[in-house]
Each structure stands twice: as structure tokens, then as C-alpha cells.
């Protein structure tokens, strides 16, 4: 078989951007590539700098706390690390007053007072939300326009990734103290684990019925919608049409050609977490465990960058720090927004080979919910085609896993543009617990 058949490539015919221009889409606008190449952060919160004319009112939520909407506004901004704990910083930044002082004065007390009403009326609805807040705040901002209900938002930071939220769910039900209404996870396999321990609820959406089985519990308990892919970033100023053959699928990483230009995400968390359970189940335990003590190997003496987060990864290949390397569409589709040199492989499309890795969103019910039927309210509402569109058309380029939804040219479909990995997710769930295990004793010694 011809290596060039076995990967599909797709280019960013994006022009470039100068390194000082930033990129802030409307509405979700955020600018992941605006962090030093090496820090941990995916998706952080930025803050803007300000001078002696503009005032800025910067709040640190607690873990719990009432919902504070922010709006970010200055062009030229700087990366900020979000607060401890799983909410990230908010903030209200005004534009720059045109009155005196007196006037300003009386401004900045109708707010507080606006401000601390809000914190009296207890929340209607709890969300623990994976999904970047970058991407997910938006929307639930609309569903409390839309149907007035008040919702308390806990999304989480990229330190602990989904694993921190399904912990707090996990702590909350032990202590007889549930506080989560609806988990929206950016992936499936913690997901899967909580049915199996017991604590989801099961409910059928109205608004899920043309989503595919595949995507859907057997027994209701949560529904996948919006995926991402798990695919390679290759940077084109680095690797060449012709070196592009020998980019193709999972063993290509130990290439001698790309000794130390090469790397991957630590599978500890997150979508390679994930994947890395997925290989296992897809693969067979010796070739899986024996991939990953390879890929540790290989890091401990540079032959691999083994790096904190695939957005890093992502950063890395677009400077040209690496060549290329494994992240997801969403972390692609940034670099290609931006305008760096980068195309994306879509990895083992051969005949015979297992295909690319499709990872869904996934929403789901706390058996122990407070609010059950704004519980159920949300799931519906999140769950409609209308949604799955707005997260294609968003800068975090989601795939539709119905194929009737309107999409980018630049989304690309499992089954018509690309082959998907056969998999049962629920098999991936069941076992992660176990997997996550054994591979936190191999790379974190």
C-alpha cells in the first residue's frame, strides 16, 4: 500500500498573521496562541492591560459562587493563569469614562449594587462544564436569556482537566451532599465511568433522536453531540510534500527521521487520557502498554517531547519548535485561525488500518440531581442540531455527529472525509479507572 494513502491531509490555507497581530473572534473572543510556548494552559481567561483612563474590576469566583459574566473588550491583551480552584477569573472591564467623578462614582455603585442582588437569588441550575469556558459560556448565557432561569456554571482549568469535575461529582455524592444538576463533559470516557459507578440518571432528549446510536447510552444515562478528532499537526515550514509520506499513523512517531521534533501530550488527562485508553481496548493490552512504555522511553532521553497539554503541542508545532506531533481538530483549528504553517493528518486511513479517534461532548444527569427539571430543560435545549452548528461554525471547529447539521468547509465528517475508529466507548469508560493507573505509575515517577 502507498504511504501517501494512508493519512489524509488537509492544509490552512489561512494567510499568515504578523507575530503582534491577535485573532479575538466575536463573542468568543479568545486567543490560545497568545501564551509563551511551554506553559500549561489550553484555554485560559486573558486580561487586558489597562492605563490611568480605564477602570477595571477584576473578580475572583469561588468554587461555588454566583454566576459573574464578563465581557472582554481590549484588542491588546496579556495571559493570566486562573484563579485556584476549578472556576477560572472573571471580569467586567467598562470602557474608558467620559464624565467626572461624582458620575462615576454613582456608576460603580448601581453596579455593585446590580451585582450583589444577583448573588441573593440562589441558582436555578448547576452545570459542571469541561467544555472550554471560552466556547460553553456563551451558550449557557443564552439558555438564561431564553428561559430565565439562573444558572451556576463551574467550568474547570487545565491543570486537572475533566478529571478535577468528575472528582467533585464523585466527593459530592460520598458525602451525601449533591450540588451538580448536569455534567457537560468535553469527552466520553469519565463519563462513562460515572454511569457505571451509578451516579447518572437516565433520560431520553427529545432533541438527541437523530443522533446516532453509536453516540448515545444503551440505557439513556448520557448523549455524546459535538466531536472532536484525535489527529496530527505538522508544521509545513519544517516538514516537506515529501517527508509528509512518512507522517501517516500511530508508529510514525518513532521515526528516527524525527528524533526530537516530535511529541505528544501526557495521557494523564483530557482527550489523551482518552485516547490512550482507547488504544488499549482497540489495539489489545502488550501492543498498547508496550506503545506507551515506548513513548516514555523515548521522552526520557528528548527523542520524544512528552509535553503538559495538547494545546501546548499545538503551540510548539506552529513556532516550529517541533515538526509535528498529536492534538485534537479543535487545537488544529486554532493554528490554522492564526495563520501559522500547519496542515493536519488524519491518522491511519489505510484499508486495514484502525482510523482516526472520534471523541464526542457528552451531557448527562445527576441521579441525585437538586434541580431535575431544569435539569432535564438544559439537556434538551444544549442537545438541538442548532447547537451542534454554533460549536462547528466556533473557533473550536466541532464535528457534527449528525451528518445533517450545517458545518465549515474546513469541519471535516467521519464516514465522507475521513475514517473514524471503530470503538465502544463504553468499554473506553469501564475501564479508565484502571488505565489511568497504570499509566500515572509509568510517567509520573
Same mark, same amino acid.
Given at each position: ?115 450583589l442582588a444577583s448573588c441573593g437569588r440562589s441558582a436555578d441550575l448547576v452545570v459542571y462544564v469541561a467544555l472550554d469556558q471560552v466556547f460553553s459560556e456563551e451558550l449557557i448565557n443564552e439558555f438564561e436569556q431564553e428561559t430565565g432561569l439562573v444558572v451556576d456554571a463551574r467550568f474547570d482549568i487545565e491543570q486537572s482537566k475533566t478529571v478535577g469535575l468528575v472528582q467533585a461529582i464523585v466527593e459530592e455524592q460520598r458525602a451525601g451532599a449533591p450540588r451538580c444538576d448536569v455534567f457537560w463533559n468535553n469527552e466520553v470516557g469519565h463519563t462513562v465511568r460515572l454511569a457505571e459507578e451509578g451516579l447518572l440518571a437516565a433520560y431520553r432528549p427529545t432533541s438527541a433522536e437523530a443522533i446516532p446510536a453509536s453516540f448515545r447510552d444503551p440505557e439513556?444515562?448520557?448523549? !455524546? /453531540? ?27 512517531? /518513532? ?35 508496550? =506503545? ?9 532521553? !528528548? ?7 495538547? !494545546? ?65 430543560? =438544559? ?23 449528525? !451528518? ?38 509509568? =510517567?509520573?515517577?
Amino acid at each position: 500500500m502507498d504511504s501517501s494513502t494512508v493519512g489524509s491531509v488537509w492544509y490552512s490555507t489561512c494567510p499568515t498573521i504578523g507575530p503582534t497581530t491577535r485573532v479575538v473572534t466575536p463573542a468568543l473572543g479568545h486567543d490560545p496562541m497568545a501564551r509563551p510556548i511551554g506553559e500549561a494552559a489550553e484555554h485560559d481567561e486573558t486580561v487586558s492591560k489597562t492605563d490611568a483612563s480605564q477602570t477595571s474590576m477584576l473578580y475572583a469566583q469561588p468554587a461555588f459562587g454566583p454566576t459573574i459574566r464578563g465581557t472582554e473588550t481590549s484588542p491588546r491583551s496579556e495571559p493570566r493563569q486562573a484563579a485556584a480552584g476549578s472556576h477560572s477569573l472573571r471580569r467586567i472591564e467598562p470602557k474608558p469614562a467620559r464624565c467626572g467623578r461624582a458620575t462615576l462614582r454613582i456608576l460603580c455603585l448601581i453596579a455593585s449594587t446590580v451585582w450583589l442582588a444577583s448573588c441573593g437569588r440562589s441558582a436555578d441550575l448547576v452545570v459542571y462544564v469541561a467544555l472550554d469556558q471560552v466556547f460553553s459560556e456563551e451558550l449557557i448565557n443564552e439558555f438564561e436569556q431564553e428561559t430565565g432561569l439562573v444558572v451556576d456554571a463551574r467550568f474547570d482549568i487545565e491543570q486537572s482537566k475533566t478529571v478535577g469535575l468528575v472528582q467533585a461529582i464523585v466527593e459530592e455524592q460520598r458525602a451525601g451532599a449533591p450540588r451538580c444538576d448536569v455534567f457537560w463533559n468535553n469527552e466520553v470516557g469519565h463519563t462513562v465511568r460515572l454511569a457505571e459507578e451509578g451516579l447518572l440518571a437516565a433520560y431520553r432528549p427529545t432533541s438527541a433522536e437523530a443522533i446516532p446510536a453509536s453516540f448515545r447510552d444503551p440505557e439513556n444515562r448520557w448523549t !455524546g /453531540f459535538a466531536a472532536r478528532a484525535r489527529v496530527l499537526i505538522v508544521n509545513t515550514d519544517q516538514v516537506s510534500p515529501e517527508e509528509m509520506k512518512s507522517i501517516a499513523g500511530l508508529d510514525d512517531i /518513532f521515526n528516527a527521521r524525527w528524533k526530537g521534533k516530535v511529541g505528544i501530550a501526557r495521557p494523564l488527562t483530557g482527550t489523551t487520557m482518552t485516547h490512550a485508553a482507547a488504544l488499549y481496548e482497540r489495539l489489545g493490552e502488550d501492543r498498547a502498554r508496550s =506503545f506507551w512504555k515506548r513513548v516514555q522511553a523515548a521522552g526520557e532521553v !528528548g527523542d520524544i517531547a512528552i509535553v503538559t497539554s495538547n !494545546g501546548e503541542l499545538m503551540r510548539r508545532v506552529s513556532s516550529g519548535a517541533l515538526a509535528w506531533g498529536w492534538t485534537d481538530t479543535d487545537d488544529f483549528n486554532v493554528a490554522r485561525e492564526n495563520g501559522h504553517p500547519v496542515a493536519i493528518i488524519y491518522p491511519d486511513q489505510g484499508s486495514d488500518d484502525m482510523g482516526a479517534l472520534l471523541i464526542p461532548n457528552t451531557v448527562c444527569i445527576l441521579a441525585d440531581a437538586p434541580h431535575p427539571d431544569a435539569a432535564r430543560q =438544559f439537556v434538551n435545549w444544549v442537545l438541538r442540531p442548532e447547537i451542534e452548528k454554533r460549536l462547528a461554525f466556533s473557533r473550536s471547529a466541532q464535528i457534527p455527529v449528525r !451528518g445533517n447539521v450545517e458545518h465549515p468547509e474546513y469541519v471535516r465528517l467521519p464516514g465522507l472525509d475521513f475514517r473514524a475508529m471503530e470503538i465502544d466507548y463504553a468499554d473506553i469508560g469501564r475501564a479508565l479507572e484502571a488505565r489511568g493507573e497504570e499509566l500515572r505509575d509509568l =510517567f509520573v515517577r
